[in-house]
């Protein structure tokens, strides 16, 4: 078991110390990064004493430490799982060969560009969710959205990581250029869409983290699989802190889903405007946030017939999601039949990759939505929330910019266009979710649209002060 050096500047379990150019690289761009997080994190809690876990090993058994910290002062550090001894590359056309500690050079512009545009992602959601803290539901929220934003910022750590350590000096520039683009940016975006969404209410965090994270987890478990062994490594334990930012989008929902069930009962009626005035978000009202954020996250497996995830696959630098699980890890001889606009089309498994990740993605996101329709049925309601189908609203691949409802039909652009805003939040419905957005923070205290979590962080109260405001 590696242990995590604390006593460094960086804490790590890679022995950064043992090599001097690559300390001084990463020591250089810290205050780049601490100065991002004060422009573009979390905006004015940074003397707030926040309740955070801190990795502390990469035992599964007892990786974290709790305790109150001001989140400037946070640890960000970079650990990578243990080393598994004589591993081997698990699939692709190299399979059986052992696994890459090196980037062999001809993968190496694609490894960097996969590496950054992951790394891209993780400062654009704490960018995208910088002004949420003003309006949390309740302090134990608020703790969460900032363990959540740390978090984040430690995968970025280790990206630019494994950028500083295996790029050089391109991979430098790659680390910089990942605190110059900003989400949302005019000039300098970030690299994919749903991380230039603006994210202005927590109805919209809950949703982000529930789809959106996990199709991190879905990404990051296809490189748990990588042959390039540093990123395997990298990714396993990434996924751990992973788990608990989906965690609150699936509780978060749930939670919203309750308080509007109580509403519903209190009033005795389903009707969405008297749910509203009751200060509540009607069921109708999620089923739009879940559409949108859904439909957005389904553009990030990419396109459903693509020559990078065949090539990718091939190679050997990106799985499958649990590769294991599959008996072919080759995919030469084998295809897959897909829906495009212009009919059915049969593709070679290699190229439809994106699309096998993005079903099994659809799949693990039902697993709320059965839950949260359990708990309507048993409030004896008959609405069911529902997933839009893969071809709504897409802006990638096959079926991007085709007009298509909800249930994957197609319809006329008018149609689409004039149906739209009864499928994803209109401006009314934004207007309506913000103007619930009323900060709640004395201790165990829960905003009137949303119920409080079953129990709280770590064994201790719901009650508890997660976070002490100066
Ligand atoms: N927006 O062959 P294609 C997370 C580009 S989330 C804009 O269809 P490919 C997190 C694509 O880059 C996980 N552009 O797809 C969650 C390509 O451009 P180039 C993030 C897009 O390459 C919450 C072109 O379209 N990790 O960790 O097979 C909080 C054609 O590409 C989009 C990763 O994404 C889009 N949605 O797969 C915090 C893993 N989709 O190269 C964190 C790394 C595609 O032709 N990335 N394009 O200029 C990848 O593995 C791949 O780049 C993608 C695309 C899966 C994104």
């Not at 696994?99 to 992951?118: A, D, F, H, M, N």
Request: glycine share 8%; net charge negative.
């Amino acid at each position: 078991m590696s242990s995590i050096n604390y006593a460094e500047k960086i804490p790590n379990n890679v022995d950064i110390g043992g090599d001097r150019t690559l300390q001084r690289a990463l020591e250089h761009w810290q205050p780049h990064f601490l100065q991002w997080w004060q422009e573009m994190g979390p905006s004015d809690f940074a003397t707030a004493d926040v309740y955070l876990r801190t990795a502390i090993s990469v035992d599964a058994q007892g990786w974290a430490h709790y305790g109150a910290t001001k989140m400037p002062d946070y640890r960000w550090g970079i650990f990578l799982a243990d080393r598994q001894a004589e591993r081997k590359i698990g699939f692709g056309d190299a399979m059986g060969q052992p696994v890459w500690q090196q980037v062999p050079g001809e993968y190496r512009s694609t490894l960097r560009r996969l590496i950054v545009t992951q790394g891209d992602t993780e400062p654009a959601s704490v960018e995208q969710q910088r002004l949420l803290g003003h309006t949390c539901p309740s302090m134990y929220d608020l703790r969460n959205l900032f363990q959540i934003n740390v978090e984040e910022g430690r995968h970025l750590w280790a990206m630019v990581y494994l950028l500083h350590a295996y790029f050089g000096r391109d991979g430098r520039e790659e680390a910089e250029e990942l605190l110059a683009r900003h989400s949302g940016d005019a000039d300098k975006p970030r690299i994919l869409t749903t991380f230039n969404e603006p994210m202005s209410d927590w109805l919209s965090l809950f949703c982000f983290t529930y789809f959106t994270d996990r199709d991190g987890k879905y990404q990051l478990k296809s490189f748990a699989e990588s042959a390039f062994d540093p990123l395997s490594r990298t990714c396993r334990f990434m996924l751990t802190e992973e788990a608990h930012h989906m965690f609150v989008g699936e509780t978060g929902i749930s939670r919203v889903v309750k308080r509007t069930l109580e509403v519903m009962k209190e009033i005795g009626s389903d009707d969405p405007a008297r749910v509203r005035a009751k200060g509540a978000v009607d069921l109708q009202t999620l089923q739009k946030y879940l559409n949108f954020w859904c439909s957005s996250s389904l553009d990030l497996f990419g396109s459903e017939i693509s020559s990078n995830s065949a090539a990718n696959f091939a190679s050997g630098m990106k799985g499958r999601p649990d590769e294991t699980q599959y008996e072919d890890h080759v995919l030469r001889s084998s295809s897959k039949k897909l829906h495009t606009p212009e009919g059915e089309q049969e593709v070679p498994m290699l190229n439809a990759l994106n699309e096998v990740m993005r079903e099994s993605y659809l799949k693990d996101c039902e697993i709320g939505l059965k839950r949260w329709n359990r708990m309507i049925e048993r409030a004896g309601h008959a609405l069911r929330l529902t997933l839009p189908s893969s071809r709504f609203r897409r802006s990638i691949g096959p079926w991007a910019g085709v007009p298509v409802d909800t249930t994957g039909k197609m319809i006329s652009k008018e149609e689409f266009e004039k149906h739209l805003t009864e499928w994803i939040p209109s401006a009314s419905d934004k207007a309506f979710v913000q103007s619930l957005m009323q900060r709640v923070i004395e201790p165990g205290r829960m905003a009137g649209w949303i119920a409080p979590p079953e129990r709280g962080i770590n064994n201790l109260p719901v009650e508890y002060e997660y976070v002490h405001l100066h």
